[in-house]
């Protein structure tokens, strides 16, 4: 009897304990990223709220650069108009429509292949005048692309200090998930040093963007695009290789003008397989995936975001297309490799600079081990 006792007496601790602490225990953080290609369990996706730059933000010239001349033409009509407001001529529906028409296609998808979403808390023009100040508005805000505000390595939650203004307050619909996630104590929760919201951007200050961060286990790819006023600089690279230490190895890649991030050229739909664009790495390949299976793609195919796909797991992955780019060609690519592809149109989100993998943010991506990857 003493010993029927004793067992009922562990079992009633055990349920006491929080789940994230019984998590850490089980050697699964709450919040973990290995692989680029590794099985999505979790992942944040954007909300369709935001207000375009004003013309007088003195950085919105050269982050037209990015866009094609058809949108950076848009951009300046649309300047300083929330999305609420913008109403497509053909459509008769609003950005903000249109952006979660998109959002929630996708979601059916990631759904479908057993991925957990979460959504930010909604900002609002009233919260940014409360909690910044009217005068960043200057600046826009997006909340549509929630990749850049962070990046997940390992257990390591890094907030980042953006070099594009527009989504310098996003991370503010992040707080009840963050706080929630990271209460694990097997996670580390940390930012950059961040810069004043209206300071013009530095080449010494340390700025980085999670579109430039890619993943690929033990090594960590960093994109530093030559445009000086959007995308991750190489004093942003070179924090982040202080900051993980000899844990990892963080490599520099240096892109052209045209291209805003790394994720714009390069995709990892698994491992030893490539998307990629060539002619936007300024030092040639990275000697990482120089040797992979490879599938090119044209300068003129990345501006319309062809590349920023979502690889879900290595048997599936999520691709965008848009009235200017059916994206045919790498879906064929893709499946001549074994690669269900699911399509999903996100011409809105394409006109904003940005595609599925913006859109996202992962919170669990786990490669499941094999004895290529040493497991």
Do not use: C
């Given at each position: 009897m003493k010993n029927i006792i004793m067992f009922l007496c562990a079992v009633l601790a055990f349920a006491w304990i929080p789940v994230c602490a019984r998590s850490a225990n089980a050697g699964e953080p709450s919040v973990y990223v290995d692989y680029e290609y590794g099985d999505l369990k979790e992942v944040i996706v954007g909300l369709p709220y935001g207000m375009s730059p004003s013309l007088?933000?003195?950085?919105?010239?050269?982050?037209?650069?990015?866009?094609p001349k058809d949108e950076a033409d848009y951009a300046r009509k649309t300047a300083g108009m929330l999305w609420t407001e913008m109403i497509n001529p053909e459509?008769?529906?609003?950005?903000?429509?249109m952006l979660e028409e998109e959002n929630q296609a996708f979601?059916?998808?990631l759904k479908s292949l057993g991925v957990k979403v979460y959504r930010p808390t909604e900002i609002t023009v009233d919260f940014i005048k409360e909690h910044y100040g009217g005068d960043v508005l200057l600046n826009g805000f997006s909340q549509d692309f929630p990749r850049d505000n962070m990046a997940v390595v390992g257990s390591n939650v890094i907030e980042f200090n953006l070099r594009t203004p527009i989504r310098k307050v996003d991370i503010s619909g992040f707080r009840n998930i963050l706080s929630e996630k990271c209460s694990d104590p097997t996670v580390k929760w940390f930012s950059m040093p961040h810069t004043e919201l209206l300071k013009p951007a530095s080449a010494d200050t340390p700025f980085l963007e999670g579109g430039d961060v890619i993943v690929l286990g033990k090594t960590v790819l960093v994109g530093n695009t030559q445009n000086p006023s959007v995308g991750s600089n190489e004093a942003g690279y070179q924090w982040l290789k202080n900051i993980l230490g000899n844990q990892y190895k963080v490599n520099r890649v240096r892109l052209i003008e045209s291209v805003l991030h790394l994720d714009c050229v390069l995709s990892v739909p698994r491992r030893g397989l490539a998307i990629i664009c060539e002619e936007a790495f300024v030092d040639g390949l990275p000697k990482e995936i120089k040797n992979w299976d490879l599938i090119r793609v044209?300068?003129?195919?990345?501006?319309?975001?062809a590349v920023n796909g979502v690889p879900v797991n290595s048997r599936n992955?999520?691709?965008?297309?848009?009235?200017?780019?059916?994206n045919r060609y790498i879906q064929a690519e893709l499946e001549k490799r074994g690669?269900?592809?699911?399509?999903?149109?996100?011409?809105?989100?394409?006109g904003q600079g940005g595609s599925l993998r913006c859109a996202t943010?992962?919170?669990?991506?786990?490669?499941?081990?094999t004895k290529a990857h040493g497991g």
């Open positions: 007088e933000a003195k950085w919105f010239a050269d982050a037209l650069k990015v866009l459509t008769g529906k609003s950005e903000t429509k979601i059916a998808i044209r300068l003129e195919d990345v501006k319309r975001l992955y999520i691709l965008s297309y848009n009235r200017h780019n059916d690669i269900r592809v699911h399509r999903v149109f996100f011409g809105t989100h394409n943010q992962p919170l669990k991506r786990k490669v499941k081990m």
